[in-house]
């Protein structure tokens, strides 16, 4: 996959809708890209997420769509859980064939990092400035991956286990090799990526609940993940800037 065809594309104002829509206008983009954001109470982030990164995916004469999943207040947070909701509500919007899972306090620092799915299963933020622009442990799958359509359901999504900081992306990373899929990663030079500081979220404590299953995921990946979802959508709202969507997971307990 490339993008030749959509690089002498102009990005007009005009084409531009509601609900966090960009695309270009004057050639067709390869991929439709949307980018899952799993969210609570960071707004300050988020703004910044924004002011950012619309432009930098505008620039890259992206045809893209912004989701925001909220998770209602009252339970742990669970991140991975997030991203498939937001996964399965986006595929319902637009034909889109990538799959951008973002945290929302990672800005990327260099036009030139394509926001782009690629063969593999791609780790983006492996250049952050909190570690010095290396990769802290090669097995390293957090912060961003871009996962096109097909080799996302090849994975069965995350693993809605996870309540809780800690874990669900180096499950994700074991199922993605697993399948028989391997990680790419950009060039470090390129993906350099700011990183906003804050501390540790209140209901989003580090878990050891289910650090167990990490090494579990061969076996549990094709009944837990997007086949066994289940929520309920508490709103569905397109803002100017991206769409949002405030869901009720569960908890735990359940
Ligand atoms: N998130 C929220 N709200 C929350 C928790 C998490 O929106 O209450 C989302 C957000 O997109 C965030 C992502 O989930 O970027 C990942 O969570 P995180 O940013 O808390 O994870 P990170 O590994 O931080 O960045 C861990 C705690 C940092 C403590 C640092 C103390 N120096
Ligand atoms: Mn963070």
Redesign the pocket.
């Known amino acids: 996959m490339d993008d030749t065809d959509c690089t002498h594309g102009r990005f007009s104002p005009d084409n531009w809708q509601f609900g966090g829509r960009g695309m270009p206008q004057l050639c067709k983009a390869l991929q439709k890209i949307a980018l899952i954001?799993?969210?609570?109470?960071?707004d300050k982030?988020?703004k910044t997420w924004l002011h950012y990164m619309h432009p930098f995916l505008q620039k890259q004469q992206g045809d893209y769509g912004i989701y925001v999943v909220?998770?209602v207040e009252d339970s742990t947070?669970n991140?991975a859980k997030?991203m498939n909701v937001g996964f399965t509500e986006a595929s319902k919007d637009y034909h889109y064939d990538c799959f951008i899972f973002?945290?929302?306090?990672?800005i990327l620092m260099d036009e030139r990092n394509l926001y782009r799915c690629s063969q593999n299963p791609k780790h983006m933020a492996n250049s952050l400035d909190k570690f010095n622009f290396r990769l802290p442990y090669q097995t390293l799958f957090?912060?961003i991956v871009a996962f096109t359509k097909e080799q996302f359901l090849k994975v069965n999504g995350f693993s809605n286990l996870f309540w809780g900081?800690?874990g669900e992306d180096d499950e994700l990373y074991n199922r993605v090799v697993a399948a028989g899929m391997k990680v790419e990663r950009p060039n470090p030079n390129i993906s350099r990526s700011r990183?906003?500081?804050?501390?540790?979220?209140?209901?989003?404590e580090?878990t050891r609940m289910s650090l167990h299953l990490i090494n579990k995921a061969a076996q549990f990946m094709h009944e837990d993940g997007l086949n066994s979802l289940k929520y309920e959508i508490v709103s569905h709202t397109k803002h100017k800037l991206f769409t949002k969507i405030t869901v009720n997971i569960g908890s735990s307990q359940q």
Request: aromatic residues 10%; glycine residues 12%; negative net charge.
């Open positions: 954001i799993p969210y609570r109470n960071r982030h988020l909220e998770q947070f991140r997030l973002s945290d929302v306090d990672i957090g912060g900081w800690g990183v906003l500081t804050h501390p540790r979220d209140p209901g989003n580090e």
